[in-house]
């Protein structure tokens, strides 16, 4: 069985950093790509970034690119996304996604095309 631990949440000011972690089992982590999803209160979830099994391809959103960092370390099973000059809006739920289809820029964006999921850490932005 696949699972998928996320830790690293918390409250910080705004313009502060946090780096959140995911760590998986159950699969060998090489063969998954990599997401990282978020769901504010009263919105639907909403893409954030998210790795090819390689590291080469990466995708963000146009809400966090540049100062958002997705990678990997697949010799301990984990994913990161450091998060750096963080706003209000960037308060949500944040989970990680893990699917074992070949990379694609285009489904990558999509919950849809992710089989396994982190049960959220909360991330939550003073102003």
């Known amino acids: 069985q696949v699972q998928l631990v996320e830790s690293g949440g918390g409250l910080v000011q705004a313009g502060g950093s946090l780096r959140l972690s995911c760590a998986v089992s159950?699969?060998?982590?090489?063969?998954?790509?990599m997401g990282w999803f978020r769901q504010a209160p009263g919105k639907e979830r909403e893409f954030v970034a998210a790795i090819s099994r390689s590291s080469l391809s990466k995708n963000y959103a146009d809400s966090v690119k540049g100062r958002f960092t997705i990678s990997r370390d697949n010799a301990a099973n984990t994913v990161r996304l450091q998060m750096n000059s963080l706003k209000p809006e960037d308060t949500a739920v944040y989970y990680c996604a893990a699917t074992p289809t070949p990379w694609s820029s285009k489904w990558s964006i999509s919950g849809n095309e992710y089989n396994y999921w982190g049960q959220g850490t909360q991330v939550t932005v003073s102003s």
């Open positions: 159950g699969r060998t982590f090489s063969d998954l790509s």
